[in-house]
């Protein structure tokens, strides 16, 4: 049930990134459009499953810490930092400007449109491009104490993610910013819920092992 609502908050939240990411898709130039895509959504889905795996055992490493208070504070603390990401994708609370982080993100368009004849690696670094989803899902990542659960756990984010990013520039026609913003309050809500569940674990409701 847990790796279904993974991926369903993909599917949904990905279409909150589809006005921050959508631009990448179309900067390949590949001798086959299907199959740029494909090694494209590939390259995405390796970083993030690389990613979940070392939040994995990030996760593990605090578990093995022998203080049951330290565990259930931060499991408590993790909870509340995605509910707040969730919170943001929503819409309810508006996402704080980082200073320089144009800058940034001209400098990462820069560098992949280096790597448009080679989307494997352009999706690698899109993989890396600061989403409050992506945060979301390596907190839960953290919470799995797995380096396994969390590179499954992103593998299954990085599948939902799939479906609009594969076809970006036409669901970027398809659907108006308003209908985009209502969608992904959908996963925001689910990361809500994943925030809740990972709090009442902490007191030792739904916990399973």
């Not at 847990?2 to 590949?30: D, K, R, T």
């Not at 992506?134 to 104490?145: H, I, N």
């Amino acid at each position: 049930m847990e790796y279904i609502l993974i991926v369903l908050a993909g599917f949904l939240g990905s279409y909150h990134c589809i006005g921050m990411c959508g631009f990448i898709p179309p900067l390949i130039q590949y001798k086959n459009w299907f199959l740029g895509n494909i090694l494209y959504n590939a390259g995405r889905i390796f970083t993030y499953g690389f990613l979940g795996f070392v939040a994995g055992y990030v996760g593990m490493f605090f578990h093995s810490i022998e203080f049951q208070l330290f565990q259930k504070g931060l499991s408590i603390l993790l909870g509340v930092f995605m509910i707040i990401l969730g919170f943001q994708v929503t819409g309810n609370i508006k996402e704080k400007g980082v200073p320089g982080l144009d800058l940034i993100f001209t400098t990462v368009a820069e560098i992949l449109s280096k790597f448009r004849k080679n989307p494997f690696f352009l999706g690698m670094f899109n993989g890396f491009l600061p989403c409050p989803l992506v945060y979301a899902m390596l907190l839960q990542a953290v919470l799995e104490k797995s380096p396994v659960k969390g590179f499954l756990i992103m593998i299954a984010f990085g599948l939902g993610t799939v479906p609009a990013m594969f076809l970006s520039s036409i669901v970027f026609h398809k659907f108006s910013p308003s209908v985009r913003k209502r969608i992904a309050g959908l996963s925001g809500i689910i990361i809500i819920i994943l925030g809740v569940w990972a709090i009442l674990r902490a007191f030792g409701i739904g916990h399973h092992h």
